[in-house]
C-alpha cells in the first residue's frame, strides 16, 4: 500500500510523462516545421498534414495530465489503466472536435481527428506498459491484494 503514495517512485513517474512530453513535442516540431511543408500529395502526405499532431496530441495531453495530477493531486491517482486512458482520450476528442467548433470561429470537426486522439491516448497506454510505470506496477499489486 505504500507503495503508490512513495514519493521517489512518484518523481520516476513524473520524470518518465516529462520525457515523454518532450519526446511528443520534439515530433510535434518536426511535423510541424519539416515534414508538413514537404509532405506528397498521397495518403501519407494527407496524414502527415492533417491527423498525425492530433495523435501527438492524444499521447502529450495525458502525459501532461499525469505530471499535474503527480505533482498537485496524489500520484497514486494517475492514468496508467486503460479504460480511464480512453475515456480521457475520448473526452478530450470530443471537446477539441465537438465544443470547440461551436465556440471558435477558426474551429471545425472532423471524425478522423477524433480518431487521430483516441489512437494517442491508446499510444500512451501502451508506451506506459513498455516503460514500466512504477505507479502502476503498485496499483496492480494493490488490487491483487484487495481483490485476491
Known amino acids: 500500500m505504500a507503495c503508490a503514495c512513495s514519493p521517489s517512485l512518484a518523481k520516476n513517474s513524473i520524470r518518465k510523462d516529462l520525457w ?10 518536426t ?31 495525458l ?3 499525469n505530471i499535474l495530477i503527480g505533482t498537485y493531486l496524489d500520484a ?37 481527428d477524433c480518431v487521430a486522439y483516441l489512437l494517442g491516448s491508446i499510444t500512451y497506454w501502451v508506451i506506459n506498459k513498455m516503460l514500466r510505470d512504477p505507479l502502476s506496477a503498485c496499483d496492480s499489486r494493490k488490487e491483487e491484494k484487495q481483490y485476491g
Open 76 to 112: 497514486g491517482k494517475r492514468i496508467v489503466t486503460i479504460i480511464p486512458t480512453i475515456l480521457v482520450g475520448a473526452v478530450c476528442s470530443l471537446c477539441w472536435e465537438g465544443l470547440a467548433p461551436m465556440l471558435l470561429s477558426y474551429s471545425t470537426a472532423d471524425i478522423l
Open 31 to 61: 511535423n510541424r516545421f519539416l515534414l508538413k511543408p514537404s509532405a506528397p500529395d498521397n495518403l501519407l502526405g494527407y496524414l502527415i498534414r492533417c491527423h498525425v499532431n492530433d495523435y501527438l496530441g492524444g499521447i502529450l495531453f
Open 63 to 65: 502525459a501532461y495530465t
Open 20 to 29: 515523454i512530453s518532450a519526446f511528443v513535442m520534439a515530433l510535434y516540431c
